[in-house]
């Protein structure tokens, strides 16, 4: 099973595929689309941390769309590298091992989402004053 110096290895591999995600709206944009997709069919891996999750992806797609900027550049690499990682069918376990193919995945969702958590807050309160709607 890997441990916390194999998912900070792996994640630095998806870091830098993050960057060339920064001025590629489009490219972001499909890359978000297919983890979207992907967490409505795994919903249930999620738990707890799904509403943080689908907080992420709002955050993403406002980012994406140029009305939000109000997030740490690290911030946003690391959530486009998340992503990265949670649509790779290639990672420390391949999603196609029953029962343990999305156990990583989670947990590296998890992580990012404890990173980033004060950013995650910052955009609801943000989303809420401003009566933002996807």
Do not use: C, H
């Not at 955009?123 to 709607?133: E, G, H, I, V």
């Amino acid at each position: 099973m890997p441990n916390k110096k194999d998912y900070e290895k792996g994640y630095k591999k998806y870091e830098s595929k993050a960057k060339e995600y920064i001025d590629n709206k489009e490219k972001a944009e499909d890359l978000l689309n297919n983890a979207m997709k992907k967490a409505k069919e795994k919903k249930g891996i999620f738990g707890e941390v799904w509403e943080k999750f689908q907080l992420l992806f709002e955050l993403s797609k406002a980012w994406i769309k140029g009305e939000y900027r109000e997030i740490p550049k690290g911030s946003i690499i690391m959530i486009i590298a998340t992503i990265i990682y949670f649509v790779s069918p290639v990672d420390f376990i391949p999603d196609f091992i029953v029962g343990l193919g999305l156990f990583d995945d989670a947990a590296v969702i998890g992580f990012a989402i404890k990173q980033i958590s004060s950013d995650l807050e910052k955009f609801k309160d943000w989303k809420l004053n401003n009566n933002y709607q996807e």
